[in-house]
């Protein structure tokens, strides 16, 4: 197959764009995936951190999965 | 049970999923390209055309299998009433639709070299445009439809009625005459293809699976912080 892709064989052209349209399409729904998580995240953490103190920890100490988002958000800052 | 289902108790490990599946998927996916590409034999009737199958298949068949579990989740949802799994399947769809279409895009660069045309209106071909149709009527009801019990109503409704269509795409080639070939592979039965192109074809979907699960992890991810945003304000 390497040997023929040199050869332009007219086969593994259409081999190669099959290829290359899956992974090409597989990248960008996956940068456009992560580039809406991390503005949710932040979006997330910048509401936390605009509520009052006393508030603030009210909500993380009921809210367990709160502490979650903010931790992960952190860690991929 | 359910309560396994919980976003907190699901959400501790979605990190840890995400991170594992990053480390190890450029692993399997050189692995699966080299079999796919270099080590596979070519066909002795389509010569290298037939490496297009391995993500063809692969497509096709998650585009079925994440129909098929939007369809279970779905009367899950409906019976139980339980919001995760609308969340689940709210995740799964745009994969869904993602799938289908490469499916069709590769089936029809499959097609040009081995039928001489790039598309043809035979039941194989046409019931997964209904399908990516389905597809594309559920995200758009899902994502404008802003009333919850609308949302709900329309959205099951055409899953639903997208569900009918799963057993004529399995079953269209042994009903028509098509261009489209019968299915080389059967679980129950006996397969028509060489051993030697199944271990690529099996790497190729494991590839394409991990990648699926990547996604909806980070989907999934997403739907919960947009909840708990919502609901940031009612922790009283």
């Keep these: ?77 | 049970m359910f309560h396994y289902f919980s976003f907190t108790s699901v959400f501790k490990i979605i990190e840890k999923l995400i991170n594992f599946i990053n480390s190890i998927f450029f692993i399997i996916l050189t692995i699966g390209l080299t079999f796919a590409l270099v080590l596979s034999p070519p066909d002795y009737l389509q010569g290298e055309t037939v490496r297009i199958m391995y993500i063809h298949v692969p497509s096709a068949w998650i585009a079925l299998g994440c129909y098929s579990a939007i369809f279970f989740l779905t009367i899950l949802h409906y019976i139980f009433k339980i919001k995760n799994f609308f969340i689940i399947s709210k995740s799964i769809a745009p994969i869904g639709l993602l799938f289908t279409c490469l499916a069709i895009i590769t089936g029809s660069i499959w097609g040009k070299p081995t039928w001489g045309t790039w598309w043809a209106w035979d039941a194989r071909l046409t019931s997964m445009i209904i399908l990516m149709c389905f597809y594309i009527l559920y995200i758009i009801s899902i994502k404008f439809i802003k009333i919850d019990s609308l949302k709900d109503k329309i959205s099951t409704f055409l899953i639903l009625l997208g569900a009918i269509n799963i057993p004529i795409i399995k079953y269209s080639v042994d009903w028509w005459n098509t261009l489209h070939q019968p299915a080389s592979i059967n679980i129950t039965g006996t397969n028509t293809i060489h051993s030697s192109m199944i271990v690529p074809l099996a790497l190729m979907l494991l590839v394409l699976l991990i990648y699926c699960a990547l996604i909806f992890l980070m989907k999934y991810k997403t739907e919960i912080i947009k909840i708990k945003k919502k609901n940031l304000f009612n922790y009283d």
């Design chain 1, 1 to 77: 197959m390497i040997k023929n892709i040199f050869l332009t064989n007219t086969e593994s052209i259409f081999v190669l764009a099959s290829f290359l349209i899956v992974f090409v399409a597989c990248f960008i729904f996956y940068k456009k995936t992560l580039k809406t998580l991390k503005k949710y995240e932040n979006e997330f953490s910048k509401e936390v951190s605009k509520l009052p103190k006393t508030r603030r920890q009210s909500v993380l100490r009921k809210s367990k999965i709160i502490n979650h988002i903010l931790v992960s958000t952190k860690k991929s800052i």
